[in-house]
T-cell receptor, first 112, second 113 residues
Framework: GESVGLHLPTLSVQEGDNSIINCAYS??????FIWYKQESGKGPQFIID?????DKRQGQRVTVLLNKTVKHLSLQIAATQPGDSAVYFC???????????FGSGTQLTVLP | NAGVTQTPKFQVLKTGQSMTLQCAQD?????MYWYRQDPGMGLRLIYY???????DKGEVPNGYNVSRLNKREFSLRLESAAPSQTSVYFC????????????FGPGTRLLVL
């Protein structure tokens, strides 16, 4: 079946450095690709999304890049802070199915 | 504005027992969802409700039932709990026009012995 997966399960970065979290997807019919952040003991929190007809979208300190040729999605976090430590999930949304499909997540740890 | 609230926060059940997980949202959203999250994995959709009075199966509906009581509330029922249903359950809601942007509750941790 279709799936959303992640290249690396863990990522450690120094405080102040930029972080890049990657994700591979397989469903070309998805309308949106979304990044969620989940802190320990909490529910996922929406960070940013990108429509399938775009290749880049920027938010506050975050940028999402979409490469449809290789079915790859990335989340870039600028000047990573301790509060960014969390598990990051990519997800895809197909409007026809009206369902979010989540990947397995990447644990980001920010080192002092 | 509390967002999405879930009760209980934690529950221990014995195999075969039943229980209902409660979810409510105060954002006037039409769409609501129930997910389960197992260790080291992403969330999987159990059921969703696009509007009051309608429900649809997600990826893993077996062993669960849902009720969309009104626009605010969406409950998940386990009729006969099994150890395989040990998980963290999240409720979420979204506006009908932007279903890719979902707002999640804090979760219910369920342990089935």
């Amino acid at each position: 079946g279709e799936s959303v997966g992640l290249h690396l399960p863990t990522l450690s970065v120094q405080e102040g450095d930029n972080s890049i979290i990657n994700c591979a997807y397989s469903n070309s019919a998805s309308d949106y690709f979304i990044w969620y952040k989940q802190e320990s003991g909490k529910g996922p929190q929406f960070i940013i999304d990108i429509r399938s007809n775009m290749d880049k979208r920027q938010g506050q300190r975050v940028t999402v890049l979409l490469n449809k040729t290789v079915k790859h999605l990335s989340l870039q976090i600028a000047a990573t802070q301790p509060g960014d430590s969390a598990v990051y999930f990519c997800a895809e949304f197909a409007g026809s199915a009206r369902q979010l499909t989540f990947g397995s997540g990447t644990q980001l740890t920010v080192l002092p | 504005n509390a967002g999405v609230t879930q009760t209980p926060k934690f529950q221990v059940l014995k195999t075969g027992q039943s229980m209902t997980l409660q979810c409510a949202q105060d954002m006037n959203h039409n769409s609501m969802y129930w997910y389960r999250q197992d260790p080291g994995m992403g969330l999987r959709l159990i059921y969703y409700s696009a509007s009051e009075g309608t429900t649809d199966k997600g990826e893993v509906p077996n062993g669960y039932n849902v009720s969309r009581l009104n626009k605010r509330e969406f409950s998940l029922r386990l009729e006969s709990a099994a150890p395989s249903q040990t998980s963290v359950y999240f409720c979420a809601s979204s506006e009908e026009e932007t279903e890719e942007t979902q707002y999640f509750g804090p979760g219910t941790r369920l342990l089935v012995l």
